[in-house]
């Protein structure tokens, strides 16, 4: 049977009498000393446990094969018509997406990048099959020439005019043609201008008259557009509220057009003409024309991870464009990839990772701009980019969490002259490496050992000091009370 006694014998920390034990002021002092230390390290251990420990490391992109890549884009181009402007995808896998619009909008601007009104009409241009007549047969010139000194006397006096703004040496335009001048005689001889007086067809030459061209914000050849007496603005700095015609052109479809734009105007002569509200329908062939030359461009496209291009041009399959009109300079506002994240989580990011997280954006607030004239025409707009995943994880009972993906990339970008069609270039190249950011979790069992040992270790060494300290006094006490012997 175990006694106390037998149990005593095992006991560490045996009690001296208090009667036996000497207090000091140097002692207490120490003792002060080492409290304080102890509870300033107590809080340097717990500011350690709370605070989060990250391990960084580089490794081979884990991505599935098939994952795509989102890109978010807000540009602004003040020299390039929304009529025409179109984004288009490619990789080198052989993906070529041209003029995508699911995702992406399109607004106009003017040259100071404000807006000047709701959402480009959405959707692509409608495919034209017919660009003339079967049998070209040339009747003569029907249409009225047009130039800046009679333009704006025609589309006061008439209710509708409709004008080809035309090049000559555009195929499409040459297509067009004759067919274009029989359309004008038909309706030359149903609706007599002297007599009739509610309909004209016109014709603009713009290599001679590139002054008229750009004041109607003409950028592709041939472009129809309908002006219609009484709703035209052109007080607001000289923008036009009228329409443009993107349906068949031979002369069948021309003059079923031209008909339906004079049936709802009394057959008077110059009457003034408004559109008439009540029996408004949707024509897929013709669309509002652009108010200004500019187009603020946003939305999104996905993307494979392969090296690709996002580019940006002024592109139609029945359009001619002339590359020295063709302006692609451009103001990003922003130009990201992957999920945007959000400022909360951004924060959390530079919190963890203080030198991530500035990069994400890294075109965001650039101007790339191009001055038109004869010696930087045809300047295409070049930016490169290589892109770095970094993915942060937690680890929780030996599993891996992903908290949150974040690409950021280097930009170098180059203006290039080019005989073509200037256009915007977007080149990304995915990085095979990522970086991986792994949250390490604290121990609560370190946590404790640590404030354990903080505590026996200031208890001892004060210890010492304080035996030390009085062991010291002790010795020079005697040494003097020798001497005084």
């Not at 052109?234 to 329409?243: A, L, V």
């Not at 021309?254 to 509200?277: F, G, Q, S, W």
């Not at 029996?279 to 897929?284: A, H």
């Given at each position: 049977m175990?006694?106390?006694?037998?149990l005593?014998?095992?006991?560490?920390?045996?009690?001296?009498?208090?009667?036996?034990?000497?207090?000091?002021?140097?002692?207490?002092?120490?003792?002060?000393?080492?409290?304080?230390?102890?509870?300033?390290?107590?809080?340097?251990?717990?500011?350690?446990?709370?605070?989060?420990?990250?391990?960084?490391?580089?490794?081979?992109?884990?991505?599935?094969?098939?994952?795509?890549?989102r890109?978010?884009?807000?540009?602004?181009?003040?020299?390039?018509?929304?009529?025409?402007?179109?984004?288009?995808?490619?990789?080198?896998?052989?993906?070529?997406?041209?003029?995508?619009?699911?995702?992406?909008?399109?607004?106009?601007?003017d040259?100071?990048?404000v807006?000047?009104?709701?959402?480009?009409?959405?959707?692509?241009?409608?495919?034209?099959?017919?660009?003339?007549?079967?049998?070209?047969e040339?009747?003569?010139?029907?249409?009225?020439?047009?130039?800046?000194?009679?333009?704006?006397?025609?589309?006061?006096?008439?209710?509708?005019?409709?004008?080809?703004?035309?090049?000559?040496?555009?195929?499409?335009?040459?297509?067009?043609?004759?067919?274009?001048?029989?359309?004008?005689?038909?309706?030359?001889e149903?609706?007599?201008?002297?007599m009739?007086?509610?309909?004209?067809?016109?014709?603009?030459?713009?290599t001679?008259?590139v002054?008229?061209c750009?004041?109607?914000?003409?950028?592709?050849?041939?472009?129809?557009?309908i002006?219609?007496?009484g709703?035209?603005?052109?007080?607001?700095?000289?923008?036009?509220?009228?329409?443009?015609?993107?349906?068949?052109r031979?002369?069948?479809?021309?003059?079923?057009?031209?008909?339906?734009?004079?049936?709802?105007?009394?057959?008077?002569?110059?009457?003034?003409?408004?559109?008439?509200?009540s029996?408004?329908?949707?024509?897929?062939a013709?669309?509002p024309?652009?108010?200004?030359?500019?187009?603020?461009?946003?939305?999104?496209?996905?993307?494979?991870?392969?090296?690709?291009?996002?580019?940006?041009?002024?592109?139609?399959?029945?359009?001619?464009?002339?590359?020295?009109?063709?302006?692609?300079?451009?103001?990003?506002?922003q130009?990201?990839?992957?999920?945007?994240?959000?400022?909360?989580?951004l924060?959390?990011?530079?919190?963890?990772?203080p030198?991530?997280g500035g990069?994400?954006?890294r075109?965001?607030?650039?101007?790339?701009?191009?001055?038109?004239?004869?010696?930087?025409?045809?300047?295409?707009?070049?930016?490169?980019?290589q892109?770095?995943?970094?993915?942060l994880?937690?680890?929780r009972?030996?599993?891996?969490?992903?908290?949150l993906?974040?690409?950021?990339?280097?930009?170098?970008?180059s203006?290039?002259?080019?005989?073509y069609?200037?256009?915007?270039?977007?080149?990304?190249?995915?990085?095979?490496?990522?970086?991986?950011?792994?949250?390490?979790?604290?121990?609560?069992?370190?946590?404790?050992?640590?404030?354990?040992?903080?505590?026996g270790?200031?208890?001892?060494?004060?210890?010492?000091?304080?035996?030390?300290?009085?062991?010291?006094?002790?010795?020079?006490?005697?040494?003097e009370?020798?001497?005084?012997?």
């Open positions: 175990i006694t106390s006694s037998k005593k014998s095992v006991d560490f920390y045996r009690k001296i009498p208090r009667d036996l034990t000497e207090a000091s002021l140097s002692g207490a002092g120490l003792s002060i000393v080492a409290a304080l230390a102890m509870v300033f390290l107590f809080g340097m251990e717990l500011s350690n446990y709370l605070a989060v420990n990250t391990a960084t490391s580089v490794i081979v992109d884990r991505s599935a094969d098939g994952e795509f890549l890109i978010d884009f807000n540009l602004s181009f003040p020299a390039l018509s929304c009529e025409f402007a179109s984004v288009d995808v490619s990789d080198v896998l052989g993906t070529n997406r041209l003029n995508i619009t699911k995702t992406v909008r399109k607004y106009s601007i040259r100071n990048l807006p000047t009104g709701s959402e480009f009409h959405p959707g692509p241009i409608p495919t034209v099959n017919k660009h003339g007549d079967d049998v070209e040339y009747h003569g010139d029907g249409s009225v020439a047009l130039s800046s000194r009679n333009f704006d006397s025609y589309s006061h006096q008439y209710p509708v005019l409709v004008v080809n703004f035309y090049a000559p040496w555009c195929y499409w335009s040459n297509r067009l043609k004759p067919s274009w001048e029989k359309t004008a005689n038909i309706i030359r149903r609706y007599d201008p002297e009739d007086g509610r309909i004209i067809i016109g014709k603009v030459d713009c001679e008259e002054d008229l750009r004041r109607n914000h003409i950028q592709g050849y041939p472009s129809i557009r002006f219609r007496k709703s035209d603005v052109k007080e607001n700095q000289g923008h036009h509220d009228h329409e443009s015609y993107y349906g068949e031979d002369t069948e479809s021309l003059v079923a057009a031209m008909e339906t734009y004079v049936a709802n105007i009394p057959k008077e002569v110059h009457v003034l003409a408004l559109e008439d509200k029996n408004k329908t949707v024509d897929p013709k669309r024309a652009p108010l200004t030359s500019g187009c603020r461009i946003e939305g999104f496209v996905r993307v494979k991870k392969v090296p690709g291009s996002v580019v940006i041009s002024a592109r139609s399959g029945s359009h001619s464009f002339d590359p020295s009109q063709i302006n692609v300079s451009h103001y990003v506002t130009f990201s990839f992957g999920t945007r994240l959000s400022s909360k989580m924060n959390e990011l530079k919190r963890l990772t030198y991530l990069h994400h954006d075109l965001a607030g650039q101007s790339y701009l191009v001055k038109h004239g004869d010696v930087d025409a045809n300047v295409t707009i070049e930016h490169y980019l892109i770095v995943k970094t993915e994880v937690k680890v009972s030996s599993k891996e969490l992903k908290l993906e974040e690409y950021e990339y280097t930009a170098h970008s203006l290039v002259h080019s005989f069609v200037p256009v915007v270039k977007f080149h990304f190249e995915p990085s095979p490496m990522q970086v991986l950011v792994t949250e390490l979790p604290r121990s609560f069992s370190h946590f404790i050992t640590n404030v354990c040992a903080i505590i270790g200031v208890f001892t060494v004060s210890g010492i000091l304080d035996s030390i300290f009085h062991n010291t006094l002790r010795l020079v006490k005697k040494v009370l020798g001497k005084n012997i």
